[in-house]
């Protein structure tokens, strides 16, 4: 799609009355007024899905790379070295879903509602500052996700 045509449809596509959009400095305000009514929709709907049996989600099944005030960030610059197999999580505790960032070649972040950090196994990955294979410690939720994902990632 050209640049033109994008501008021309984001101009003329509507979801909210840009009149009743209240200011950044009122307690009210909300960043998502634009598409508020599209993610209501959204979220309704989702609500009646029924829950699978197994669910992970990984951070690239919506891709993004730009830069959005919605999106948190850990604070770490980017050109600090993390060591293979290093893990950080966190459970939200009212609804047991587990967010676990495990640094293997690169930072992965999972999603999960039925399988979290532990037990841990141990996997093969190439480590080119060594240059040999090196085994790390490896979250359930990886193993897991690796073994459903058929090879679709």
């Given at each position: 799609?050209?640049?033109?045509?994008?501008?021309?449809?984001?101009?003329?596509?509507?979801?909210?009355?840009?009149?009743?959009?209240?200011?950044?400095?009122?307690?009210?305000?909300?960043?998502?007024?634009?598409?508020?009514?599209?993610?209501?929709?959204?979220?309704?709907?989702?609500?009646?899905?029924?829950?699978?049996?197994r669910h992970i989600t990984d951070e690239q099944i919506i891709p993004f790379k730009g830069r959005s005030v919605m999106m948190r960030t850990?604070?770490?610059?980017?050109?600090?070295?993390?060591?293979?197999?290093?893990?950080?999580?966190?459970?939200?505790?009212?609804?047991?879903?587990?967010?676990?960032?495990?640094?293997?070649?690169?930072?992965?972040?999972?999603?999960?509602?039925?399988?979290?950090?532990d037990p841990k196994d141990t996997c093969r990955r190439w480590d080119s500052s060594e240059n040999k294979y090196v085994e790390i410690e490896?979250?359930?939720?990886?193993?897991?996700?690796?073994?459903?994902?058929?090879?679709?990632?």
């Amino acid at each position: 799609m050209s640049r033109d045509s994008f501008t021309s449809i984001r101009r003329y596509l509507h979801f909210n009355d840009n009149s009743k959009c209240k200011p950044k400095t009122d307690p009210g305000h909300d960043r998502l007024f634009k598409v508020r009514p599209i993610v209501d929709l959204l979220q309704e709907n989702l609500m009646r899905t029924e829950p699978e049996e197994r669910h992970i989600t990984d951070e690239q099944i919506i891709p993004f790379k730009g830069r959005s005030v919605m999106m948190r960030t850990d604070g770490r610059k980017g050109n600090e070295r993390f060591c293979m197999g290093n893990v950080d999580w966190r459970v939200e505790k009212s609804t047991d879903v587990c967010l676990v960032r495990w640094y293997d070649n690169k930072a992965v972040t999972l999603v999960s509602n039925y399988v979290a950090v532990d037990p841990k196994d141990t996997c093969r990955r190439w480590d080119s500052s060594e240059n040999k294979y090196v085994e790390i410690e490896r979250p359930a939720v990886f193993k897991e996700y690796n073994k459903y994902m058929g090879g679709v990632d």
